[in-house]
């Protein structure tokens, strides 16, 4: 009857443990408006890593576009440069941010034009196997006179 009862203690801890919060957390996600004929748009975003261990996403992607890349902007001699990142791994309790001239995400051939206020879903794929949806806009942002995809060097 022990037994029993301390099985029943862990398996309220393990089914606790899954209704728990997302491995990740996203905030200050953005998705500037571009002009209609663009063929990729960029989301930018702070993904934290709320558990004990490094995460890794495998792979993003949205209903509303073809293909979606993980990207990183460097500059090597003065030439901007991107690159695609397979996977993005978060390390224990730490926060990535995705931003201006650095890691992004990369919204490939929308399948319709998207303009300020319409919605984006994306997907993320965990190596772990959790599967996290966030669901967001399009918003028209002040980029001080550069186009979505223009970056600035620090
Ligand atoms: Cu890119």
Redo the contacts with the bound molecule.
């Keep these: 009857m022990k037994k029993f009862s301390v099985y029943l203690f862990l398996l309220f801890i393990f089914s606790a443990n899954s209704f728990a919060a997302a491995a990740l957390g996203f905030k200050k996600i953005i998705i500037p408006e571009a002009p209609p004929v663009a063929s990729v748009m960029?989301a930018y975003m702070d993904i934290t890593n709320n558990t004990q261990k490094t995460q890794q996403i495998n792979s993003v992607s949205s209903p509303q576009f073809k293909r979606v890349e993980i990207?990183k902007?460097t500059m090597d001699n003065g030439m901007m440069n991107?690159q695609q990142l397979k996977t993005l791994a978060i390390k224990p309790g730490a926060t990535v941010v995705l931003e201006t001239g650095g890691l992004?995400i990369?919204l490939i051939k929308p399948l319709k034009p998207l303009k300020n206020g319409d919605k984006v879903e994306l997907t993320f794929k965990l190596a772990s196997g959790e599967v996290t949806i966030i669901n967001t806009t399009v918003q028209k942002v002040d980029l001080t006179g550069s186009d979505a995809?223009k970056h600035h060097h620090h």
């Design positions: 960029v990207h902007m991107m992004h990369m995809h």
